[in-house]
Each structure stands twice: as structure tokens, then as C-alpha cells.
């Protein structure tokens, strides 16, 4: 059975850091999709990183650019999201999602994600 469990949430002032992990265990694809989602109260979920395992893509929304960086670590199927510098409106609960990656995909569409974890919350103070 797939499985997502997220990590690393919590509640940080605003210029501040967090990494959230995200622990995979029964894929069975040897090459997925595992991206980072968030959802704030009252808004649509948004995405917010991907990355291709193995090193084949990476994707950031314009909104987490040059602050978030995906990275992966193979040999404990853990995928991760450094945020720096974080600001107020960052705050929300943060999904990792997983799929088996399509060849040629980017990971950049909602199918590339058929698995999602329980989430994590962020909360960033002004």
C-alpha cells in the first residue's frame, strides 16, 4: 500500500526557516512524480514545488521561487522542502503528493500525483 508521511511543520516568525520532509514507502515505480501542495483556509490548494526522483526535473510556483528548494534522498525515499525566509501568506497546510512519473512528464500536472500524505501545517507570524 502507498504511503505519504509528512514532517517538519510548525509555527515560525516571519524571515524564518522550516524543511518539511515527506516519507514514501510502497511505490513501486522506479521513477515517480513527488511534489509539495498547500491549502490555506478559505483558498484553493495551491502547488507549490515538484521534483522528478532521480534528479530529472524540478518545479517551483513563481510565488516560492528563490525561498523553497525541493531535494530528494533516494536511500530513505524521503523527498524535502527547505523554506527560507517564509512570510505570513506561506502559512497553510502543506500536502506531499506522489505518482508514478510519466515519461516525459515534468511533473507539473495533477495527474502525476495519484498518492497524498495527511499534510503538515505551517503557520509564519508577522
Known amino acids: 500500500e502507498e504511503q505519504l508521511v509528512e514532517s517538519g511543520g510548525g509555527s515560525v516568525q516571519a524571515g524564518g526557516s522550516l524543511r518539511l520532509s515527506c516519507t514514501a514507502s510502497?511505490?513501486?515505480?522506479?521513477?515517480?512524480?513527488v511534489g509539495w501542495f498547500r491549502q490555506a483556509p478559505g483558498k484553493e490548494r495551491e502547488d507549490v514545488a515538484s521534483?522528478?526522483?532521480?534528479?530529472?526535473?524540478?518545479y517551483y510556483a513563481d510565488s516560492v521561487k528563490g525561498r523553497f528548494t525541493i531535494s530528494e534522498d533516494s536511500a530513505k525515499n524521503t523527498v524535502y522542502l527547505q523554506m527560507n525566509s517564509l512570510k505570513p501568506e506561506d502559512t497553510a497546510m502543506y500536502f506531499c503528493?506522489?505518482?508514478?512519473?510519466?515519461?516525459?512528464?515534468?511533473?507539473?500536472?495533477?495527474?502525476?500525483?495519484?498518492?497524498w500524505g495527511q499534510g503538515t501545517q505551517v503557520t509564519v507570524s508577522s
Open positions: 510502497g511505490l513501486t515505480s522506479s521513477s515517480n512524480c
Open positions: 521534483i522528478g526522483t532521480g534528479g530529472i526535473s524540478t
Open positions: 503528493a506522489a505518482g508514478p512519473r510519466e515519461f516525459g512528464s515534468w511533473c507539473t500536472n495533477s495527474r502525476d500525483f495519484a498518492y
